[in-house]
């Protein structure tokens, strides 16, 4: 891994488990009725949240200029995009949800759990949240994962990069006011790694569009609990999970993880730039979003 990445990857990790921490322990150690606390302990894990993107944009100001700046933040309103790839992105988590618990209902005979909030809910939540996943996606899709494949190729940077996205959450797992706190960690690994393809596919196929990526990352979120792949009452963060639903997520991820993995095993991208290339250097045709 090149030095620039190890910086990248050294510093997010560093700044956002510092400001989670922070947050965690004033959440504890301040009442229940006081507000500045609960607002200082929001605005650090906020700040812990976009740290991906604060880091990336400081290093790519410093290395590269403002030009360049310029061109990383202007990847966030590349929409014009065919509709498919809209659909793609919202559609994505729902389908994979909704497949598996049929599959559910043909192998026990019973549905599995099913969420509470309303379509229009989550509709709206994804709407609002969009432009809040411009603090991961900046720097995980918009400044890591060129980097990574123009050393790795695209197929295998995409893998490496939801290794090291899910492990960023690790501390998450182990703070009691985090939906994800006591979950198991080595599934959401597998789970997070196999979304981390589908991202990047989708990033390569809209020349390096951080909105569609960006509306993805903010659909998984408000659409993951259709159904519901946590267990209540878990305080085990490393061990398996007992989930039915969530080892069905992580098939029905991977299943699709490799076609995406097959779609981009010889390929390099160089966002911006239109132009395709294999791990070898040699150009290939470029992809028509």
Known sequence: ????????????????????????????????AAPAFA????????????????VALALTERAEGRAATRVLLGQMFH??????????????????KLLLALVHRVATGAWPRFGHEAWYVM???????????AGEEIGWRGYALPRLSERFGLALASVILGILWASWHLPLFFIPASDLFGQSFPLYLLQVTALSTAMAWLYWRTDGSLLLVMLLHAAVNNTKDIV?????GTTNPLALSTSLVAWLSVAFLWIAGAYFLVQMRKTSTLPGSGVATDVHGEVQSPTSP
């Open 1 to 32: 891994m090149t030095r620039p990445l190890l910086t990248f990857f050294s510093l997010t990790y560093v700044a956002t488990w510092i400001c989670w921490t922070a947050a965690s322990a004033i959440s504890r150690g301040s009442a229940p």
């Open 39 to 54: 607002a200082l302990a929001g605005a650090m894990f906020l700040l812990g949240t976009f740290a991906p993107a604060l």
């Open 79 to 96: 929409w014009r995009m065919r509709v498919r790839w809209y659909v793609f992105a919202i559609g994505f988590i729902p389908v994979i």
């Open 123 to 133: 509709a709206a939540a994804i709407i609002v949240s969009t432009w809040a996943q």
């Open 228 to 232: 519901p792949s946590a267990v209540p």
